[in-house]
């Protein structure tokens, strides 16, 4: 059976829905949200994706989910990152996150949080486009993780390729 990724070959149509298809607001704050028990050994995940929003607060993707980490690259607009692929699984976990809340309904109230080491990194809002992108039957778990600094895209896919 072919995966939806091997079907689909456009991961550069959805890696640009993903680096345009967030908001960024804020890189590096400090906070302590807990995990909700979803990864796959406790106290070994280190790289924690979550969606928050009126009705949630659930984890979408750890390191365990990415298939592969792409290199550190410096972006239009000056932002430094890399992109990743998730597996199978962890696509099929984020769209069906999306799906369960209505992330695409209504994308004004949601957040994408990454986490590392147990402190949120970055916190983008997720606009329509990218919302509906990734709840489609057709997403193939392209994403992008941009920041502001080098520093920081380093730090965080070494973080993101240990898994």
């Known amino acids: 059976m072919v995966s ?3 079907a689909l070959g456009a991961a550069g149509v959805a890696t640009v829905v993903a680096v345009a ?22 106290g070994t995940t280190r790289f924690v994706v979550r969606l928050r929003g009126p009705s949630t607060d659930r984890e979408l993707f750890t390191e365990h989910g990415l298939a592969t980490v792409g290199d550190i690259q410096q972006f ?20 069906e996150g999306f799906r369960t809340v209505g992330v695409a309904d209504d994308p004004s109230g949601f957040q994408l949080q990454l986490r590392v080491n147990g402190e949120t990194r970055r916190e983008l809002g997720v606009q329509s486009s990218f919302a509906e992108a990734v709840a489609s039957e057709s997403y193939d778990g392209s994403f992008v993780f941009t920041f502001e600094t080098e520093a920081t895209a380093r730090e965080v896919q070494t973080v993101a390729d240990s898994g």
């Open 76 to 95: 239009e607009g000056g932002q430094w990152g890399f992109s990743a692929q998730l597996s199978d699984a962890a696509a099929e976990r984020l769209s």
């Open 4 to 6: 939806r990724r091997d």
């Open 21 to 42: 298809g967030c908001a960024g607001l804020e890189e590096t704050t400090s906070d302590t949200t807990e995990s909700d028990g979803t990864t796959d050994q406790p």
